[in-house]
């Protein structure tokens, strides 16, 4: 059995939070300076394990096991969100690595090939699981060409030059090289906590729907418009939010998730009545029928709030993701392991969460492991998980790739 | 009787909507180069009139009469909000100038002193009312010190030194030397539109009390966290401008009036609950018991928004103008002259919005006339007025200007 070295697991966290170190946690944009240096650190260890390493033309790091056989990807995405947490994707990169480095030290597990990959974007600076949409073929030229930081405006282009990646080809998943893909990763929730358990099997990846509404009115002097012919596009954004507060619990599933995440209002002047109001909002699931159900009562509450308010209204819906199932003999792999290291303390779970394996697994048989976040907290530099899960987590992982590679080798080659 | 020079006037209203034109308004921010150019070419103006012309150190552009006797003052401020209107501002700016050119030329009123002025920064891009209050002697340098720019966090020291105005001295006002203050402005509303009416005579300006509202919930991850266990500071605000929307109606004054101009989520991400959210809000009125009534109102709102939401909540009042009455003599001139040239069209009426002619009345007998704007629009690049109202405005003002010189001038000497 592959033994993981939980000192080296725990050093190179610690070590790869240091790139982009804020507080407690780190701020490491998608291919800032901090980010690159990271990639780079990435691709030396993964060179270091005896793996042919390589950084593609959108900063995905991949070790290609010298090997004939299929290999299994291990791996997450290397970005924070801005000032973030430590542990929130390079959790998962850093299993890939410790992963592949066991299995090399492992005379049994030295045969079994993994391959440790670092996705870039995941956490959408530029466009949401960029890396791992790319690795697919599920981007082309044109949407590269549109894509601007969310923050500053930097187009994707220039951030790409600047980050040394002009000319560099995208490296395509070329299917039949791999058994699959497992992603690690903080749960990013209490529910693990909440209910005593160290593990998570993840079930499925919910879907996210995602909005931009924007409320017209007129813009107007805050002090000389009388509030009878006010048309007060901010009055509209907060009357949507709050009648989607009352509605929402009334159609939502039992697990259902949604936030009005920003509201600007224009021109912004505190003696200015608000001309043009705009919203992101999203909604999540994994259940279809309950995302196209919530899809159609928010439609009706702008359609309400319009009429009301006397605001026109637009809804576009920016985002619209599937909600994906795990691999049920991965679960099965992972479930096996963790009742194995953790005892009772596992559970299979949805993930809230979006995260590469969903675009993976739209190719690749995939499958999610979850640990703990301390309180629950996520996307926050306060974010944290006790060593021992975070030891815990990659052991499982670890003997959940043997089980998944040992299936996978040609009969009579078995142990 | 002085008769004022109605192709003058607006060529002037236009050639000086061309200091920072955008579309058919202006954007002429203070201190920006376009309003230095506004106000050295007001000063030549100023100079041409015979009177002798400065810019103070806070950028006031005064026209001082050569004369023993003492002067009414006449202007308003010469910057503009972003983006918005030619006439805002402009209009008391280019009344200033025209009433002292025709007195210059009218034989029988050239003893009679009128001294123009061009404040600086009413619109608080800095300070609000940075011009008339350094003039009354009510900002100290440590103020100063530390104003910055609300858009782009300049400090008002660098933009004074950019403007060529750092080390030239604030003229302060001496009293002895000015009979009042006369300040005409477009009615930023529609209460005069609706009514049918030319002029109004404004009885008092409307106090502004003005509050930052903060509220600090819970930042989390917007997928994973249980709507259950969410502390989301976004629809508390949501929530609070909706519980204002419901309760202020009940307490109001039938002239109140009360706006959100801003709500800003912290972080603003789609997938993060917003830990963070600060309201700008403000109400005016032109009674102090209606304003007391307000804040105590909201005040409790605010702690029942906390109190539902678990968010924590924090309101600071930022402003607290008080309501001011105009100088009834003046009012009397002004409805005289306005019942001369413009019939039954005219009307008492509070003003809601802010203007220099508040913080100038503490020091100075002062009045003030509105001319309508077209569909009550203001702080917007649509905001106009007929030509026949520009012309009108400027006459019955000039007329009031008259009236007021004469009553002030010494026994023996008056015609």
Redesign the interface.
């Given at each position: 059995m592959p033994k993981i070295n939980a000192e080296r697991l725990l050093s190179n966290l610690r070590r790869f939070a240091q790139f982009g170190a804020y507080k407690t946690g780190v701020h490491r944009p998608t291919y800032s300076r901090e980010d690159m240096d990271s990639r780079r650190w990435l691709a030396q260890q993964y060179e270091a394990v005896g793996l042919q390493a390589h950084i593609d033309g959108v900063g995905n790091v991949f070790g290609t096991p010298r090997s004939d056989r299929r290999s299994l990807l291990i791996g997450s995405h290397a970005e924070s969100?801005?000032?973030a947490g430590w542990l929130d994707g390079a959790l998962g990169v850093i299993y890939g690595l410790e992963i592949a480095r066991t299995f090399a030290e492992t005379p049994d597990c030295a045969g079994l090939p993994i391959a440790p990959v670092a996705w870039a974007d995941e956490e959408?600076h530029y466009v949401s699981m960029l890396g791992s949409r790319s690795f697919i073929g599920d981007i082309d030229e044109a949407e590269i060409d549109r894509a601007v930081n969310?923050d500053h405006g930097l187009t994707l282009r220039e951030a790409l030059r600047g980050a040394g990646l002009a000319g560099v080809p995208r490296s395509l998943l070329e299917p039949e090289r791999y058994v699959g893909y497992l992603e690690a990763h903080i749960?990013?929730?209490?529910?693990l906590e909440a209910s005593s358990k160290r593990i998570g099997v993840v079930t499925s990846i919910?879907g996210?729907w995602?909005y931009s509404i924007v409320f017209h009115g007129?813009?107007?002097?805050?002090?000389?418009?009388?509030?009878a012919?006010r048309k007060?596009a901010?009055?509209a954004?907060?009357?949507l939010?709050?009648a989607i507060?009352r509605r929402f619990?009334q159609v939502?599933g039992p697990?259902?998730?949604?936030?009005?995440?920003?509201?600007?209002?224009e021109?912004?002047?505190?003696?200015?009545?608000?001309?043009k109001a705009e919203m992101?909002?999203?909604f999540?699931d994994s259940e279809m029928s309950v995302l196209q159900q919530l899809d159609a009562v928010l439609r009706e509450l702008v359609e309400e709030t319009a009429i009301t308010t006397g605001c026109s209204a637009e809804i576009e819906q920016t985002e619209t993701g599937k909600p994906c199932h795990m691999d049920p003999a991965f679960q099965n792999a992972i479930e096996n392991a963790a009742a194995r290291h953790a005892h009772d303390a596992y559970v299979r779970m949805p993930?809230?969460?979006?995260h590469d394996a969903q675009v993976v697994a739209r190719k690749l048989r995939s499958a999610m492991l979850f640990i703990p976040?301390i309180g629950?907290?996520?996307?926050?530099w306060t974010e944290n998980t006790d060593d021992a899960d975070l030891v815990l987590g990659c052991q499982v992982l670890a003997d959940s790739a043997e089980t998944i590679l040992r299936d996978e080798e040609p009969p009579g080659l078995s142990g």
């Open positions: 969100q801005n000032y959408g969310v749960e990013q929730g209490d529910a919910v996210i995602q007129i813009q107007n002097h805050a002090g000389t418009t009388r509030m012919i007060d901010g009055v954004a907060a009357m939010a709050m507060a619990p939502a697990r259902s998730v949604w936030t009005t995440g920003r509201i600007s209002l021109p912004g002047a505190p003696s200015i009545i608000p001309g992101l909002f999203q999540r993930s809230g969460a979006g976040s629950g907290i996520s996307h926050h």
